[in-house]
């Protein structure tokens, strides 16, 4: 494809295709007008309708032979060019010209859509403001976007675009950061927290500190990702090239066989290449070679433009056939900050315990572990040295204080390690089934006490859940925490199954046998699920914009933190199958109707041709629809 030639045509009339297109239309019709209006001599017109064929195959013509000789494919153009030569040869002129005119109308009309639709999220880079306010010693200064440096700082003022991605370092606004998520919504911001290129300020001015330089902020790379995606094409995509490859061939070499007949058999030979021509142009496969193409074009761009990232035509064909989806819960159906809500001690005194928990937690990342040191910090507890202090991954963490080596962790871990719980199972029950998630801190011969954590479910999971099954998939929660407050909050939820207490290599298998039963697409936020995204059918990170390796580790990345944004994959998916199918099935009935009416004699090259090329713009208006949901 010459696709990057394409992308400096602003309008259809200086797109070459179409412009030759267009004069050698007009060149025909007087030519036509001239012919049967004003009965002039052929001595005339056709040297005009030989001029008519010239401009508007051309460009087309050379392509063909270019396909020919360059990737040894005999592209529908191959087809077209021995039509329009059996039709000159035949002497006729008008029906070769309106063969030329239309078919390089039509293709051109297709490449231009095709490349314009691959190319939409293009139109996002403009959105980014070409000039910075720099600030340099106190002073501002406008500069051009694209010299700012990693650690410039730079004015935002109310109303303006942020040039590049960066940190706020003075201000408060909220920032509309459709650009980049998709998301409406303006989002508040304040120091300390990431701004993306081409968001736009609200309220107040801000002093933002850059973190990339223009080339590759957040929406640059988007920008790169959804073009790289655009050249990766889908399954059926694939099949239906190398159907074409073998298909086109042999429709050239049955018209060869009956332009050759008459020569063998003495038949009437303008009878038979006739023939051959309708047949070259009823059976040529536009419609089905474009169905695809552009329904995967439209959806790939289309739900870039809603911050749904989808990495190649493989995936969204997925999404249009997931069955299963697997979440998971901490950071996905919950907003992953979880917050403590109860403290119970077996012996010592509240203090205490929170201390040494906290103690034992200061270096975890894991979103229980920051809980409960920000709770204990609230309560102005202090943090004691904890040496050698490990995580126990999926169960908890160790750690020595006091020369005692102490574990804290789920129930699961303290049945492991032997020790005896019955005392505090029923209280530990009921915390766990009110959602809570409890963890004990202990040693090998006592426990001290437990905490209990909460962490909030998103306010819109119940709802996506819910139009999830509307549109018929099945929701499946997967997590490592313990199944009561799993179930506590499945239920909430509403959601189909619930697999917890998995480690990630469980969940890995769990994605396994989910896919047994049919694709399944696992929802993470792409940092500590990898390896399960990375199994199933389609892996999905939430809130990648500003976490590259959620974008990196993800086959479908949505930009914004939203449950809803599933939905929109989910429908664009679904709709990008629907409209792919219909275009298919719609591009095959075309060809067998005109096919046989063709070689049948029930219509003319004109009418053939016009048939077909007016079903190959049907097909690429059908198919634009798939990124509209
Ligand atoms: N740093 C920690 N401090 C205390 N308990 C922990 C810690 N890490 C893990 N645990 C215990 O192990 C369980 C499983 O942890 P894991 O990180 O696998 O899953 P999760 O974060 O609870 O849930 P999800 O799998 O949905 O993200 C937790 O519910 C908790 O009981
Ligand atoms: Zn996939």
């Avoid at 910075?132 to 976007?145: D, H, Q, Y």
């Avoid at 694709?519 to 990648?544: E, K």
Wanted: glycine fraction near 8%.
């Amino acid at each position: 494809m010459k696709k990057k030639k394409e992308n400096q045509f602003h309008s259809w009339i200086t797109y070459p295709p179409l412009r030759n297109a267009l004069i050698a239309a007009i060149i025909a019709l007087i030519t036509f007008g001239m012919e049967y209006f004003l009965q002039i001599s052929s001595t005339i017109t056709t040297p005009m309708y030989i001029i008519a064929i010239v401009i508007g195959g051309y460009l087309w013509v050379r392509e063909g032979i270019e396909e020919l000789i360059v990737e040894h494919e005999i592209s529908i153009s191959m087809l077209m060019i021995w039509a329009t030569s059996g039709a000159a040869y035949l002497g006729m002129w008008d029906e070769a010209a309106a063969l030329v005119v239309l078919y390089g109308a039509a293709e051109g009309i297709e490449e231009y859509t095709f490349s314009k639709t691959r190319n939409a999220i293009r139109s996002l880079l403009d959105l980014a403001p070409k000039e910075a306010r720099l600030v340099r010693n106190g002073a501002e200064e406008i500069v051009p976007a694209e010299t700012l440096k990693v650690g410039d700082r730079f004015n935002v003022l109310p109303g303006e675009s942020v040039p590049t991605d960066g940190i706020i370092i003075t201000g408060e606004s909220s920032l509309d950061e459709s650009p980049v998520t998709g998301e409406s919504m303006p989002v508040k911001k304040k120091a300390g927290e990431k701004v993306f290129a081409a968001t736009i300020n609200g309220e107040s001015a801000l002093l933002v500190e850059a973190t990339t330089a223009f080339s590759d902020n957040t929406l640059s790379r988007i920008i790169e990702l959804v073009e790289n995606a655009q050249e990766q094409k889908g399954h059926a995509q694939m099949w239906m090239e190398r159907f074409g490859r073998v298909y086109s061939p042999i429709v050239l070499l049955s018209a060869i066989l009956l332009m050759i007949v008459p020569f063998v058999t003495g038949a009437d030979s303008a009878y038979w290449i006739e023939k051959a021509v309708i047949l070259l142009v009823a059976a040529a496969p536009c419609a089905l070679v474009i169905s695809l193409p552009i329904a995967m074009a439209a959806g790939i761009s289309g739900a870039a433009k809603r911050g749904i990232l989808i990495k190649g035509g493989a995936h969204l064909e997925h999404l249009g056939v997931i069955e299963t989806i697997a979440f998971d819960k901490t950071g996905t159906l919950t907003y992953g900050k979880p917050k403590v809500t109860d403290v119970i001690t077996f012996q010592e005194d509240e203090r205490a315990l929170l201390s040494k928990a906290a103690s034992l937690e200061q270096y975890s990342t894991h979103p229980l572990a920051k809980a409960i040191v920000i709770y204990a910090k609230g309560n102005n507890i202090p943090l004691l040295p904890a040496d050698a202090s490990k995580t126990l991954i999926g169960s908890g963490v160790q750690g020595h204080i006091d020369d005692m080596l102490w574990y804290l962790g789920s129930p699961k871990l303290f049945e492991e390690l032997g020790i005896e719980l019955k005392a505090h199972t029923s209280i530990i029950e009921d915390l766990q089934s009110a959602g809570k998630t409890v963890v004990l801190l202990g040693n090998r011969d006592q426990l001290l006490g437990l905490i209990a954590i909460q962490d909030t479910i998103r306010e819109n999971a119940a709802n996506v859940i819910k139009k999830l099954h509307g549109l018929g998939i099945k929701t499946v929660m997967l997590t490592g925490d313990n199944s009561k407050t799993a179930q506590r909050v499945a239920e909430q939820l509403g959601m189909d199954d619930v697999r917890a207490s998995l480690k990630p290599d469980d969940k890995v298998n769990a994605i396994k046998e989910l896919m047994k039963s049919g694709p399944t697409l696992m929802v993470g936020d792409g940092v500590n699920d990898a390896p399960a995204l990375a199994t199933a059918t389609c892996g999905m990170a939430m809130g990648a914009a500003g976490t590259d390796a959620a974008i990196e580790a993800a086959d479908i990345a949505l930009m914004a933190d939203d449950l809803n944004k599933i939905i929109e994959a989910m429908k664009i998916g679904q709709k990008a199958r629907r409209v792919s199918k219909q275009n298919i099935v719609f591009a095959i009935i075309i060809l067998a109707i005109l096919i046989p009416s063709g070689v049948g004699g029930l219509i003319s090259v004109a009418m053939a041709v016009l048939v077909h090329e007016a079903s190959e713009l049907l097909a690429v208006a059908n198919g634009l629809r798939s990124g509209k949901i």
